[in-house]
Nanobody, 123 residues
């Protein structure tokens, strides 16, 4: 029912910025809580940020708080992740996800997933 496609990943130097986008198909985008997760090589997929259906509430992992900002534009069926002050430890594949649990932080709380976009931060 819902397809998610991430874009905006790439190679950036430490201290730089990137903005990821996630474009969603379907007519019910505004009904979903949206989240961003990331997975580094050899590690479990971990929560980064979540946003409520209206965009009025957000939640961040401690590792990205103050540096990353999640936002959404329901009219465009798109969610964003603005990443500033990037560090080498931010290097990972970043995944967009849609679910029904308010500001969910677990992978099991999301029903639909994109295929991911690579973010590499060089030192």
């Amino acid at each position: 029912q819902v397809q998610l496609v991430e874009s905006g990943g790439g190679l950036v130097q430490a201290g730089g910025s990137l903005r990821l986008s996630c474009a969603a198909s379907g007519r019910t985008f505004s009904s979903y809580v949206m989240g961003w997760f990331r997975q580094a090589p050899g590690k479990e997929r971990e929560f980064a940020a979540a946003i409520s259906t209206s965009g009025g509430r957000t939640y961040y992992a401690d590792s990205v708080k103050g540096r990353f900002t999640i936002s959404r534009d329901n009219a465009k069926n798109t969610v964003y992740l603005q990443m500033n002050s990037l560090k080498p430890e931010d290097t990972a594949v970043y995944y967009c996800a849609a679910g029904f649990v308010s500001l969910g932080t677990k992978t099991s709380e999301y029903k639909y997933w994109g295929r991911g976009t690579q973010v590499t931060v060089s030192s």
